[in-house]
């Protein structure tokens, strides 16, 4: 049974991107211990010989005709971005830590 | 503003009975989105079912239809003029759209739904876009980051969720139709406990292009509405192959309205009625059993056989979802990151000014605390070491509940359990209690786990005066199977209570 640890919520917080507050964090470790045990039971049931099951309603893949499409304009891709510049998404830097 | 007595009995009237009196001239697709959009403003005070209304553009889709040809509108699909509310889980061009989350607060999407291209194909004018729990993330629709939504039938209780906008409006005549989402149970749950209908259709019935992506493998678009056969006419308007969404089935919409048409006959004599086993007794309000066991008793004095089924794996499903949605969760939502849409929040001075913080920052402000839990919880699950023991145990339960359901169906025609183990609980009750509020869905779940048809109707009013919900599951891609019992029941229970269960809900918001 996995049971959380501050440091593990943490973590988490930092492979999901959300800025946790302590009080979230605080918050969560105890209702996640209380999630995972009634869910941990699962295990109970789920045997080697037991395929799993990813897509309820299996389909064989299909494939549309390989034709070049413009379902939104620029303008359109662009309407909803936080800032733009120049017809291009504008983000903040990417690589390195420092100002 | 006042309601004349003609607006109320115009807007009490079925979606199909609406769409008659226009096929007959008596009323204009106008007249229908005026008198509609006179009860949403009478009725929103107390209800707050939408969270933005759409006039306008429902009256411009209006006066096309009516501008239409006698010719042209001979080729539309029965419900061609009748408005609709559509979640704001999905998408609507020029339309605001939020999940109800502060991460989406302002986005107007560049782009249409498929199910809202087909209801603007049909002359259906949209009213506008319903409250949900934040990203149909919850059962009591109180998890929305902008306001609660009210239960019509009392308006201290929740309307259910995550759906419960949807289910409001058409419970208060606000709408005669509304499209909802079901992960979990976020049609049927609200349906059951507002005293509607609300179907979710077999896995890959309906597009999922342009719904806002919950659980990919469990999501689904279905209709909510008053009755079985405006369900019935809805689900074929929207269903049908999109090659915008791989998972949509090559064949088009079941028969269902003839089912439903044919249901109204009460004649059920053949028909296998399985009762689950596993999905009564314990945890379920005595009322709630009551109007249950009437029902199925209705459905005998009609001719259907019953007999009790077992599906042994039920009691695992709602782990097995509790690891398989938050994991698809965590990876739908990584996409709200600040950077091509929506809410963008910089880190505070003395954190580097990064585009990993900035994510870290524009998600810790724009994500509500269920949507937080889930994410967090869905992480854990797919990561490594945890990934085989947590998501591999639930993929395996997910095909012993698969299982369960086809040994089922292979003794009775259709499933039938009552749809929430409760009527309808009061604002707060749940929301610290976060185990509490998942079992809400403990009937509902078990048809997305395994992607089967599955639907809701009203059985009657508890003890306590608040609406029951009958569900009614049929095998995968026999949608039309579950219609036919419904709409008999449904008869047939309207002829003990002497007309429709809303005949037994107080309005003053129609003036009366």
Request: overall charge negative.
């Amino acid at each position: 049974m996995p049971t959380f640890s501050r440091e593990e919520i943490v973590h988490l917080g930092d492979l999901a991107r959300i800025a946790l507050t302590d009080e979230e964090i605080t918050r969560l470790q105890g209702e996640l211990n209380v999630i995972a045990d009634s869910i941990n039971k699962v295990q109970e049931v789920a045997s080697d010989d037991v395929p799993p099951t990813a897509n309820p309603v299996p389909l064989e893949a299909y494939m549309r005709p390989d034709v070049a499409q413009t379902p939104l304009t620029q303008a359109e891709a662009l309407s909803g971005a936080p800032k733009t510049e120049a017809g291009m998404f504008v983000a903040p830097r990417i690589l390195g830590s420092e100002e | 503003m006042s309601i004349s007595t003609e607006t109320a009995a115009l807007v009490k009237l079925s979606a199909a009975e609406q769409a008659a009196k226009v096929k007959a001239g008596e009323v204009t697709s106008r007249e229908l989105v005026e008198a509609h959009l006179q009860v949403i403003e009478s009725a929103e005070p107390s209800i707050k079912a939408f969270l933005k209304v759409s006039g306008d553009v429902a009256l411009e889709q209006a006066d096309a239809f009516d501008a239409k040809s006698a010719e042209d509108k001979a080729k539309l699909p029965e419900l061609a003029g009748v408005p609709i509310a559509i979640k704001d889980m999905i998408v609507t061009k020029g339309i605001e759209t939020t999940a109800a989350s502060k991460i989406l607060e302002g986005w107007v999407p560049p782009y249409d739904a498929t199910v809202i291209e087909k209801l603007k194909a049909a002359g259906m004018p949209i009213l506008g876009k319903t409250n949900l729990d934040e990203f149909a993330q919850g059962s009591s629709t109180e998890h929305s980051a902008y306001q609660t939504t009210h239960n019509p039938w009392d308006t201290e209780r929740v309307p259910g969720g995550s759906g419960g906008g949807s289910a409001s409006a058409v419970a208060a005549f606000e709408a005669p139709l509304a499209l909802g989402t079901d992960t979990g149970g976020s049609i049927r749950q609200p349906g059951s406990l507002t005293g509607t209908v609300g179907v979710k259709p077999t896995y890959g019935g309906v597009s999922r292009f342009g719904a806002i992506a919950m659980a990919s493998s469990l999501d689904q678009i279905g209709p909510v509405s008053r009755t079985v056969l405006d369900s019935a006419l809805l689900q074929e308007v929207i269903g049908g192959h999109d090659e915008r969404d791989s998972t949509s089935i090559p064949e088009g919409p079941r028969p269902m309205v003839a089912a439903a048409r044919e249901g109204l006959k009460r004649d059920l004599k053949g028909l296998k009625v399985g009762l689950v086993k596993e999905l009564d007794g314990e945890g379920f309000q005595p009322g709630v059993e009551a109007r249950f066991n009437e029902a199925v008793a209705k459905l005998k004095e009609m001719g259907a056989e019953v007999t009790e089924v077992s599906c042994p794996h039920f009691p695992y499903a709602l782990g097995a979802y509790y690891i398989i949605m938050p994991s698809e969760v965590s990876s739908n939502l990584a996409r709200y990151d600040g950077m091509r849409y929506g809410l963008r929040v910089m880190p505070p001075d003395g954190v580097p000014q990064t585009a990993a913080n900035m994510m870290a920052y524009t998600r810790e402000a724009g994500f509500g605390d269920e949507v937080k839990r889930r994410i967090i919880l869905g992480t854990y699950a797919l990561s490594a070491g945890y990934y085989d023991a947590w998501y591999g145990s639930a993929q395996k339960v997910r095909t012993l509940i698969i299982n369960d359901f086809k040994a089922a169906f292979e003794k009775v025609d259709v499933l039938v359990s009552p749809t929430s183990p409760s009527t309808a609980f009061k604002f707060g009750e749940k929301m610290d209690d976060p185990l509490a509020m998942y079992m809400n869905d403990i009937a509902t779940i078990p048809a997305n786990l395994a992607g089967v048809p599955a639907m809701s109707i009203p059985a009657g009013l508890s003890d306590d005066g608040l609406p029951v919900g009958f569900q009614l599951i049929a095998p995968q891609q026999r949608d039309e199977v579950m219609y036919k019992p419904a709409a008999a029941l449904e008869a047939a229970l309207e002829e003990d209570w002497g007309g429709p269960i809303w005949t037994s809900l107080k309005t003053p918001w129609l003036g009366e």
